[in-house]
């Protein structure tokens, strides 16, 4: 059933970019048409007068506030242009309406008070677009001078669209201080971008239909076994079709499954060549979920997807990603919801596995002198910037990971005892629980290409709906995930 999500998640974002990488490749290589020379200037028996240089007001230096969290955070020693500098910048599409886009904006405005010689030209790029734009701008060798992050195994350094970050840029000692995850790619040993927050998986509760039996979020079970039979009890038939699904789960299982192999304390890959596709912890993840249509009998394989059904009021429970919040705002902003801890086979960590994010920009490779220069200002300031990496993250559904970091457990108390949370509000108490979720344990093992994505679809299908044996399944795919591996340049991040 199709999503009426209005909104395009981090993961699906990354999927879509992906499927259009090789086309943007394949142009790439084809080239772009050539750029004829510039004309030579009209000889002038004498040069013409020239305009005065604008006059560039006194440049702040420091941190832009005296915030103790600020402060304890530090700083840098700061570069300005003796003269007017313009950068362009290549960032996501959206308006200010999207508290996300907003923060970043937002950001870039105090950037510019910090650096008034320097201005950012924001353009917005559709995320299908964004991959033909770039390869057709390094081509050509004219194009932003900044990048948004918005990576996918390395493909920016891969093509040349990004420059490394050199250690006079952000130290070494202050990534290790501030707890910094580096990503360093290729074999160059380069580093390329930096990450300071994370996204992962919480349970989104229904507290109307909880409150119509008589239960709260807080009961909610900690162990898959006992979740399964309490939403047992949340699982409404008519004539028997399922009208109201205990857990919606369809269309996202297959993340649960990923997500409850790390739960066992296993790992998908057991190197860069060889998955763990076929073993006792992926079978027993395909199984719990075959249960919960089943033997709990909170699903039904031809119920609403995870998102829709829990939106419109006909689940009682879903597990999404901490990215739905703003979804759930756009999308269902009447909806009573609240954030519970993940289920897992224990009932305490792992929890799954999540995603490292980063301040937000990349220096192209097309920057130059004193626009290069000007980039990595701006890629200091924001990395810097306290309160540019708290909004920046809380907006999209990401907890601050570095030193120091928000107090994620008086932000979940503050908004306990409010009868009628805000949107807002809600989104901040997901966050706390995804804070301790963190704390209790998670993976990191990178990003899940398109061409893997799409593979994990199919071994949902295969079990999940049409209902084939699981061990036959998985020994198929165990094969033809193995050859993808060995066959893509595919990066793997380091499992952490």
Same mark, same amino acid.
């Given at each position: 059933?199709?999503?009426?999500? *209005? %909104? ?36 002038? =028996?004498?040069?013409?007068?020239? =305009? ?25 020693? =700061? ?96 990534? *290790? ?29 229904? *507290? ?59 790992? %998908? ?107 990595? =200002? ?85 079990? %999940? ?32």
């Amino acid at each position: 059933m199709q999503s009426s999500s *209005k %909104l395009l998640s981090r993961r699906e974002m990354l999927k879509l970019m992906g499927m259009t990488a090789g086309a943007a490749a394949l142009a790439s290589c084809a080239g772009a048409p050539p750029v004829a020379p510039a004309a030579p200037a009209a000889q002038q =028996e004498a040069p013409a007068a020239q =305009e005065p240089a604008a006059a560039v007001p006194a440049a702040p230096s420091g941190p832009p506030s005296d915030d103790p969290n600020q402060v304890a955070f530090g700083w840098y020693d =700061e570069w300005h242009s003796p003269e007017p500098v313009e950068l362009l910048l290549w960032g996501p599409p959206g308006d200010e309406t999207d508290p996300w886009i907003n923060a970043m904006k937002q950001g870039l405005a105090r950037f510019g008070e910090h650096y008034p010689e320097i201005t950012t030209n924001y353009e917005p790029i559709p995320w299908d677009q964004l991959d033909t734009k770039v390869n057709a701008a390094i081509a050509a060798k004219q194009g932003p001078d900044i990048l948004f992050e918005a990576d996918r195994e390395a493909e920016y350094p891969r093509r040349g669209a990004i420059r490394d970050i050199p250690s006079d840029v952000v130290s070494p000692q202050f990534i *290790k201080d501030r707890k910094f995850y580096e990503v360093r790619p290729l074999d160059d040993g380069k580093l390329y971008w930096i990450h300071c927050s994370a996204m992962g998986p919480i349970l989104y509760a229904n *507290k109307t239909i909880l409150a119509e039996a008589g239960l709260k979020p807080e009961d909610t079970p900690k162990t898959w076994d006992e979740f399964g039979k309490f939403c047992k009890d949340l699982t409404k038939l008519d004539g028997g079709s399922m009208v109201q699904a205990g857990f919606a789960f369809n269309g996202y299982s297959r993340y649960i499954w990923n997500d409850m192999i790390y739960q066992q304390g296993a790992q %998908l890959y057991e190197s860069p060549t060889k998955s763990r596709v076929d073993s006792p912890e992926s079978k027993a993840a395909w199984q719990m979920l075959v249960d919960m249509y089943d033997t709990y009998q909170v699903n039904d394989r031809t119920f609403l997807n995870f998102d829709e059904a829990i939106g419109t009021g006909k689940a009682a429970f879903a597990q999404v990603w901490t990215w739905f919040g703003s979804a759930l705002e756009a999308n269902y902003p009447d909806m009573d919801w609240a954030p519970v801890t993940y289920p897992t086979f224990t009932g305490g960590g792992p929890y799954g596995r999540f995603d490292y994010d980063g301040p937000g920009w990349m220096v192209s490779t097309l920057a130059e002198d004193n626009r290069l220069m000007a980039a990595w =200002e701006l890629f200091k300031y924001h990395a810097h910037e306290y309160q540019h990496l708290v909004d920046r993250s809380h907006t999209a559904g990401l907890i601050l990971v570095t030193d120091p970091r928000p107090d994620y457990d008086t932000m979940f108390a503050e908004v306990a005892n409010v009868e009628s949370p805000t949107q807002a509000q809600r989104r901040a108490q997901s966050l706390a629980v995804l804070a301790k979720q963190f704390d209790g344990g998670m993976v990191f093992p990178g990003e899940v290409a398109a061409p893997f994505d799409d593979t994990w679809r199919k071994m949902e299908e295969a079990i %999940l709906i049409n209902q084939r044996p699981i061990d036959e399944v998985l020994a198929e795919y165990q094969k033809i995930y193995d050859e993808m591996l060995a066959n893509t340049n595919f990066w793997i991040t380091p499992e952490a």
